[in-house]
């Protein structure tokens, strides 16, 4: 079983769509708990929030990375950033039984992408992808590395703040990113 992540309801066939990679695909993973994080995007959420209009894909915020034993870790850059993110957001998760893998090897453990249309077999609704997350957390399933632990190192802090400022001036191009970091980094200076 292939499961996806969407915020649309009723969808019968999954189409492909241009990802941030620039390539028509519709991207699966085999572990249901690892596509909960893509039924929000915290750039386009907190944007929305805050009144900030925008034209155009936004851009994501893909905070996450796999443990030693290949569970989803979801990592926190800021503080409540997983509850921000997905609080009171529902979706859906679609099954499909059997897809065509592209060629490209995506590098990213349990997961699959196609390039061709994919008939859906079931579908869950998820009320609030925060409290499903957490659920997948009790269960072992997934990591979720938060903040205050995080923020204890202050090798992670050096990392953080680096990175983040990195991302800013590299996104000049970007305003619904910029928006999103200068609200969420308070470190960052026009």
Same mark, same amino acid.
Request: charged share 25%.
């Given at each position: ?6 915020? +649309? ?9 241009? /990802? ?5 695909? *519709?991207?699966? /993973?085999?572990? %249901? ?6 039924? /929000? ?6 944007? %929305? ?5 925008h ?17 989803? %870790? ?9 509850? @921000?993110?997905? +609080?009171?957001? &529902? ?7 059997? !897809? ?6 995506i ?18 609704? !998820? ?16 990591? !979720?590395?938060?903040? @205050?632990?995080?923020?204890? &190192?202050?090798?992670f802090?050096?990392?953080? +703040? ?6 800013? %001036? ?11 970091? +200068?609200?969420?980094?308070?470190? *960052?200076?026009?």
């Amino acid at each position: 079983m292939y499961y996806h992540a969407s915020r +649309r309801p009723g969808i019968r066939m999954l189409e492909p769509h241009v /990802s941030n990679h620039g390539v028509p695909l *519709i991207y699966f /993973s085999d572990r %249901r708990e690892n596509v909960l994080p893509y039924l /929000s995007n915290a750039v386009a959420k907190y944007c %929305r929030e805050t009144g900030f209009a925008h034209e155009g894909p936004w851009t994501k915020w893909a905070s996450y990375g796999f443990t030693p034993d290949g569970r989803l %870790r979801l990592e926190e850059y800021y503080p409540n950033a997983t509850e @921000e993110t997905y +609080r009171g957001v &529902s979706g859906y998760i679609y099954r499909v039984s059997r !897809i065509i893998p592209t060629a490209d090897d995506i590098q990213i453990p349990h997961a699959f992408a196609t390039a061709q249309q994919v008939a859906v077999k079931g579908c869950e609704f !998820i009320p609030d992808a925060y409290e499903a997350i957490l659920e997948a957390e009790r269960l072992g399933l997934i990591e !979720i590395a938060r903040y @205050e632990r995080l923020a204890a &190192s202050p090798e992670f802090m050096a990392w953080n +703040r680096e990175t983040i400022l990195r991302e800013y %001036r590299q996104s000049a191009d970007r305003p619904d990113y910029r928006h999103f970091l +200068r609200g969420k980094f308070d470190f *960052i200076e026009e």
